[in-house]
Nanobody, 127 residues
Framework: EVQLVESGGGLVQAGGSLRLSCAASAFTFERYPIGWFRQVPGKEREGVSCISNSDSVTYYTDSVKGRFTISSDNAKNTVYLQMNSLKPEDTAVYYC????????????????????WGQGTQVTVSS
């Protein structure tokens, strides 16, 4: 069973930073690349960044390149998203999920492997 729990969201001023955490079960962490997605009301969920834990291949959507950094801690089965220089347009509910390995390694982006989502964590950036 794929198990992922997001945390770390909050309210921050523009230009500030937050670090999101995605705690995975060992089963999930060992088998699947993991990605971060975000969604605002009325819009489709967007793949933000993802990482292959086995070989550290990463992907970032253009709007976050240079500002966000994804990393993983194999000892803690946790994937982090360090978000710096936050902008109001980064405001969204952020989710983590297992992602398709091929799309990540080919550079096509982050696509969820399963249509199953947790509660997410709210990130609000004030101007």
């Amino acid at each position: 069973e794929v198990q992922l729990v997001e945390s770390g969201g909050g309210l921050v001023q523009a230009g500030g930073s937050l670090r999101l955490s995605c705690a995975a079960s060992a089963f999930t962490f060992e088998r699947y690349p993991i990605g971060w997605f975000r969604q605002v009301p009325g819009k489709e969920r967007e793949g933000v960044s993802c990482i292959s834990n086995s070989d550290s291949v990463t992907y970032y959507t253009d709007s976050v390149k240079g500002r966000f950094t994804i990393s993983s801690d194999n000892a803690k089965n946790t994937v982090y998203l360090q978000m710096n220089s936050l902008k109001p347009e980064d405001t969204a509910v952020y989710y983590c999920a297992a992602v398709l390995r091929f799309s990540l390694t080919s550079g096509d982006g982050c696509f969820p492997l399963f249509d199953s989502w947790g509660q997410g964590t709210q990130v609000t950036v004030s101007s």
